[in-house]
Nanobody, 124 residues
């Protein structure tokens, strides 16, 4: 049984930082594209950043480049999202995702497994 368990969300002031973690179990970590999505109220779920299968190729959506950093620890089957210089518009539920597709960018429909989500709230 595949499980993705996120942690690390919370309330932070604008300009602050948070680090999200996603612990994966029940899958061969290196054989999946691992990604972070987010969904703000009233908006569609959107891709933020992702690792390719091998972890060599990394994608960031433009509006987080230079502020967010994705990393992974294969020994722990864990993916991290370091979020710096947070803005109120970053407020959303953040989801960890795993996909068997090896593509440049993931769509929500490409995802095989989702985490439960973790709330990130950035106050102004």
């Amino acid at each position: 049984q595949v499980q993705l368990v996120e942690s690390g969300g919370g309330l932070v002031q604008a300009g602050g930082s948070l680090r999200l973690s996603c612990a994966a179990s029940g899958l061969t970590f290196s054989s999946f594209t691992m990604a972070w999505f987010r969904q703000a109220p009233g908006k569609e779920r959107e891709l933020i950043t992702m690792f390719s299968w091998s972890g060599v190729r990394i994608y960031y959506v433009d509006f987080v480049k230079g502020r967010f950093l994705i990393s992974r620890d294969n020994a722990k089957n864990t993916v991290y999202l370091q979020m710096n210089s947070l803005k109120p518009e970053d407020t959303a539920i953040y989801y960890c995702a795993a996909s068997k597709y090896n593509v440049k960018t993931l769509k929500p429909g490409d995802v095989d497994y989702w985490g439960q989500g973790t709330q990130v709230t950035v106050s102004s």
